[in-house]
């Protein structure tokens, strides 16, 4: 099932050198900077369970195709918002997800699943109705095993760090846990320099319209003793809840605004905060205030040096009975049009040029790679392309990012791969995918003269490993 060549050209001469060049980077250590497995798994290193819950509910990538096709998330043992019975038995939740794997044939959801099944646990069958207790059976008798639990997988898989996202009301006990444990080797499992780090995501407290925004506000509060009554108390809580998460490992946040817009206003940010504190924001305000805490958390940045991630451009929770039924995340949302170059200026012309100011660009809207996305990340210092995202980390999102990006801004304007997985389990099949996206894309520009064979193999290293690791300040 897994062929040696795959995702390689098919052109014999650049399928040889795309081989050759995969080689180098086939065995480096995983550099996984951002994602979103739970700290608690690899901290409490409780046996996975069953194969269901482990594949298939939790994954919207898999639940949002079979949704497509008429299979409700109840179904597929997806937790009801309100608490109205899903199927529990994993057997039937595995069945019927075998029943419906046909319509996932070419997709990357497939690939990395037929990577998982086969490198990690031993399957070299097809999935599919006559297989699928076989399967399930397999698995099983897997994950009770010790060398199945999450840390040592985490070890087998190479991976070398792990970023976990968490909100600034989070508890972090995960992370102290993970520093606790004696890793070996010199290198602990959580905190700075840890195998496990996390990163300080605010969206949830930056949306006044989020539901439940005033009770997280109080919570960041309780956690950090400032009174954020005030919006000058509010910037002092999140900068002292930033320390605790750089102590937690972190080098990044995440922002995932519906817009890449900003605001450099603090006047008009405390305003609005207050507004929003007494329910009198309005629609215009609430879309307005994530853009001006972009710049505030840019000015942050300068201070404490931790990376911004930018995610704009996903409509979240697009289809309502969806949201209603099943809550957030569950596979309902939407890729939007995004506009960067106008959006970004304020803040880009307060920190753009700033030596301890890092961003990183990401997209869900491809059509800006060309035209935005790489002009930006080679015009400043400070401006990195992330990797493709979501909707387009497949083979073909890929190639398009870099025949896109490459040639206006280069390949060390670009940040490297990032999974962004909850799929604890199919890290190792994400990364094997890109390294072998880039190693073809690689191989082609070898095979028309335009770069060497030594050129090609540097940066197909550098890509995998040694870019994620410098821009997203894992090197320390």
């Known amino acids: 099932m897994l062929h040696p060549d795959r995702l390689f050209p098919a052109d014999e001469r650049t399928r040889a050198i795309a081989r050759e060049l995969h080689q180098h980077t086939a065995d480096l250590p995983l550099v996984s900077p951002h994602g979103h497995v739970d700290p608690r798994l690899i901290a409490e290193n409780r046996p996975f369970p069953d194969p269901a819950r482990l594949f298939v509910v939790p994954d919207h990538y898999l639940t949002r195709m079979l949704y497509a096709q008429g299979v409700r998330p109840d179904e597929l043992g997806v937790p009801s918002a309100a608490g109205e019975p899903s199927e529990v038995d994993g057997r039937t939740i595995w069945r019927r997800f075998a029943e419906h794997y046909h319509l996932f044939r070419?997709?990357?959801?497939?690939?990395?699943?037929?990577?998982?099944?086969?490198?990690?646990?031993?399957?070299?069958?097809?999935?599919?109705?006559?297989?699928?207790?076989?399967?399930?059976?397999?698995?099983?008798?897997?994950?009770?095993?010790?060398?199945?639990?999450?840390?040592?997988?985490?070890?087998?898989?190479?991976?070398?760090?792990l970023a976990t996202t968490e909100s600034p009301v989070d508890s972090l006990e995960p992370h102290a846990a993970?520093?606790?444990?004696?890793?070996?080797?010199?290198?602990?499992?959580?905190?700075?320099?840890?195998?496990?780090?996390?990163?300080?995501?605010?969206?949830?407290?930056?949306?006044?319209?989020?539901?439940?925004?005033?009770?997280?506000?109080?919570?960041?509060?309780?956690?950090?003793?400032?009174d954020t009554a005030t919006f000058d108390g509010f910037l002092?809580?999140?900068?002292?809840?930033?320390?605790?998460?750089?102590?937690?490992?972190?080098?990044?946040?995440?922002?995932?605004?519906?817009?890449?817009?900003?605001?450099?206003?603090?006047?008009?940010?405390?305003?609005?905060?207050?507004?929003?504190?007494?329910?009198?924001?309005?629609?215009?305000?609430?879309?307005?205030?994530p853009a001006l805490m972009l710049v505030e958390f840019a000015r942050m940045s300068v201070d404490d040096g931790l990376v911004m991630q930018l995610h704009p451009g996903s409509n979240r929770n697009h289809n309502q009975w969806l949201y209603e039924g099943w809550g957030r995340d569950v596979g309902g949302d939407i890729p939007n049009t995004t506009e960067y170059t106008r959006d970004l200026k304020p803040l880009l012309?307060?920190?753009?040029?700033?030596?301890?100011?890092?961003?990183?660009?990401?997209?869900?809207?491809?059509?800006?790679?060309?035209?935005?996305?790489?002009?930006?990340?080679?015009?400043?210092?400070?401006?990195?392309?992330?990797a493709p995202w979501w909707f387009l980390d497949s083979p073909e999102g890929m190639r398009r990012f870099r025949e896109a990006v490459h040639e206006t801004a280069g390949f060390y304007n670009t940040a490297g791969f990032v999974d962004d997985t909850r799929a604890f389990c199919s890290i190792p099949a994400r990364h094997d995918l890109a390294r072998r996206v880039d190693a073809s894309y690689l191989a082609r520009l070898v095979a028309e003269h335009r770069m060497t064979d030594a050129e090609a193999a540097d940066v197909a290293v550098d890509l995998a490993y040694h870019l994620p690791r410098k821009i997203y300040g894992l090197e320390t």
């Open 106 to 161: 070419g997709t990357p959801s497939k690939l990395w699943l037929d990577h998982t099944f086969a490198e990690v646990f031993g399957i070299y069958k097809e999935l599919g109705p006559d297989t699928a207790d076989e399967f399930y059976d397999h698995l099983s008798a897997r994950l009770a095993e010790p060398a199945y639990r999450p840390r040592a997988l985490f070890d087998r898989f190479n991976i070398e760090v």
């Open 349 to 386: 012309d307060a920190f753009g040029n700033h030596p301890r100011f890092r961003i990183v660009l990401y997209t869900l809207d491809e059509t800006v790679f060309s035209r935005e996305i790489a002009p930006l990340a080679g015009g400043y210092a400070s401006v990195f392309a992330g």
């Open 178 to 226: 993970l520093e606790a444990i004696p890793a070996g080797g010199g290198r602990r499992w959580g905190g700075r320099g840890g195998k496990v780090v996390t990163t300080f995501r605010p969206d949830n407290l930056v949306e006044p319209g989020w539901p439940g925004w005033r009770e997280r506000v109080d919570a960041l509060a309780a956690i950090t003793g400032e």
């Open 236 to 289: 002092t809580a999140l900068r002292k809840r930033r320390r605790d998460f750089i102590a937690a490992g972190a080098t990044c946040t995440d922002h995932g605004n519906l817009t890449a817009r900003t605001e450099d206003d603090p006047k008009a940010a405390a305003e609005i905060y207050a507004r929003a504190l007494d329910g009198e924001a309005g629609e215009a305000e609430i879309l307005r205030f």
